[in-house]
């Protein structure tokens, strides 16, 4: 197969550089989509004040020498679909 | 670092939630655009918003997790939510699917783009050229296409999508443009 020419691969590239931008302006997000994004935010800081409570409520038992450190590099895939 | 990963970053050691959501609208503006677009190029209008506003609520809920060092690992996963989002509806309403863009939709925002940031001859040139690859190329390979040169998903991402090894999506893909090519300068 022939390589994807130079000239080809500028054009694209220009083209969806102005095209993304272009739709960027004319397509702003809106307050509802703003709206939809701060109620997960909430929600999920939520989730996680009541994970810390239990975590403190139950701290002596859960941070004993059998339980191996937390692996904060384990980056947990997106919600799988169907989820 | 790159400065969208800075952000996410921020966010995730932010531990209140008014600093969670002045990071994470920041976030959310730098990325919305890109991810209507994408979404809204591949469903039908009628189911486009939900599936975008799923797309939002699992990045909101995916931010404190993301464990990426870079802008385009960052990019990669939210395409990734919004490829995940879209499967579910799909599986929900298998007739949904948009078939294409317009040309006329794309000179639409070719338009907007000159009056935004005015072109040179040269750079006009180049439009038009990647306009035609894009619009005239056959109905299977504009997917392909537009998924890699326009969303710029790579090889990797479009085979997991659509279910294909690494080496066939870079041939498809080779393919496709080889054939549009030959149609536009054989038809101009």
Known sequence: MAEISQKEQLALHEFSVRYRAAY???HPLNDLHLETFQDAVRSDWEK?????RGLEISGPEISGPEIGPSSPEKEPEPEEPGA | ???????????????GLDDRGRVGEQIIRAVASDLHLFVF???APSGADDVFQETLKGIATGLRT??????????AWCYRVARHKLADHFRKQAGDRLITTTPDDLQEMMDLSAQLNPVTPSVK?????????LTQSKPECKEFLWNHF???LDYAEIAEDKGMTYDNVRMKIGRCLEEVKTLVSRYG
């Open chain 1, 24 to 26: 960027a302006a004319s």
């Open chain 2, 150 to 152: 326009v969303f710029g």
């Open chain 2, 125 to 133: 040139h180049d439009l038009d050229y990647g306009m035609h690859l």
């Open chain 2, 66 to 75: 993301f464990r990426g060092g870079t802008d385009g690992e960052f990019w």
């Open chain 2, 41 to 43: 190029t591949k469903v």
């Open chain 2, 1 to 15: 670092m790159d400065d969208l990963v800075k952000l996410v970053r921020t966010y995730r050691f932010s531990s």
């Open chain 1, 48 to 52: 996680e004040q009541q994970a810390n």
